[in-house]
Nanobody, 124 residues
Framework: QVQLVESGGGLVQAGASLTLSCAAS????????MGWFRQYPGKQREFVAA????????DYADSVKGRFTISRDNAENTLYLQMNTLKPEDTAVYYC?????????????????WGQGTQVTVSS
């Protein structure tokens, strides 16, 4: 099993940048493809970005493409989400997730391990 802990959320103004981190512990981090999801109040979690085990392949939701960058450091067991040009509609709870495969997926059902979430609030 892998345990995930997100950090880096906060309150920022529109147009600002923020970097989320997800620290992993337990099993070997490079055994997992990783993803970032977000959840609005009363809504299901939605896909934001994903990265394969090696960091050589990434995938982004259209709403964040060109603004967000997912990356990972397997030596440090850490996943990142660099968020630039933030918009008020990016306000949500952000979760990192791991799946027991090397390749990426967009569905939350394909991820078996989740962090506790970190709140990102973007003011207009």
């Amino acid at each position: 099993q892998v345990q995930l802990v997100e950090s880096g959320g906060g309150l920022v103004q529109a147009g600002a940048s923020l970097t989320l981190s997800c620290a992993a512990s337990g099993r070997t981090f490079s055994d997992y493809a990783m993803g970032w999801f977000r959840q609005y109040p009363g809504k299901q979690r939605e896909f934001v970005a994903a990265i394969n085990w090696a960091g050589s392949s990434t995938d982004y939701a259209d709403s964040v493409k060109g603004r967000f960058t997912i990356s990972r450091d397997n030596a440090e067991n850490t996943l990142y989400l660099q968020m630039n040009t933030l918009k008020p509609e990016d306000t949500a709870v952000y979760y990192c997730a791991a799946r027991d495969y090397y390749n990426t997926r967009r569905s939350s059902r394909d991820y078996g391990y989740w962090g506790q979430g970190t709140q990102v609030t973007v003011s207009s």
